[in-house]
């Protein structure tokens, strides 16, 4: 039944590669392993996976870095990343967050619940695909949905996927209050934990990079786009 899947798990610990490993295929998915972040890269670009499940502290390149790279590879926009982790930090969730991950997975971790987390993770990507139009244009913004890719006034703007995820939600339907609870819900997934930091950090820096004018603060209650 997931046999069209594609996983690449990533992770420094051989033991961890293999029970992960093992318990995936047990489920019918194609699973590619990588021992280091450089590794991961080179398999990614050829096997173009639906799901990364990546290792934060590796040597030499870490799971940040390798995140950052991925997120900067055209093909590789829409790939789902997890991190994998044993910290629980505030600002290592942060930071990953701001380079492009999708959601965290804490080990130790049983194999059901990591079954379950994988399955969620699926059903999320391509969120912004279900959009009948891969194109938007308003008030000299164009969104573009097929390569990631915002254009103003002729200049391109790349974005990291959450950042463009949650400009292109919020600018889906303009004038329309989009509460937290809603932002959270389609751009981060009701599965992931995040505060109301996250998305004050990613709309703090779409401001910064599209202008103070587009995303209006309903104080209490969420953002709009206005143009």
Known sequence: MNSKYKILLVDDEPDILEFLSYNLKKEGYNVYTAGNGKEALAIAKVENPHLIILDVMMPDMDGIETCREIREIPGLKNVMI??????????????GFDVGADDYINKPIKPRVLTSRIKALLRRSGT??????????????????????????GVEINLPKKEFELLD???????????????????????????????????????????????RTVKGIGYTFEF
Not at 84 to 93: F, G, H, K, M
Request: hydrophobic share 40%; aromatic share 6%.
């Open 169 to 215: 939600l919020l600018a889906s339907k303009p004038g329309k209050v989009f509460t937290r609870e809603v932002i959270l819900d389609k751009v981060w997934g009701g599965d992931v934990v995040v505060g109301d930091r996250t998305i004050d950090v990613h709309i703090r820096k779409l401001r910064e990079k599209l202008g103070e004018d587009f995303i």
């Open 128 to 153: 912004t695909e279900s959009v009948s139009s891969d194109k938007v244009d308003m008030g000299g913004i164009r969104i573009d949905r097929e390569r990631y890719l915002v254009i103003q006034d």
């Open 82 to 95: 997890a991190f994998l982790t044993a910290r629980n930090e505030d600002y290592s969730q942060i930071a």
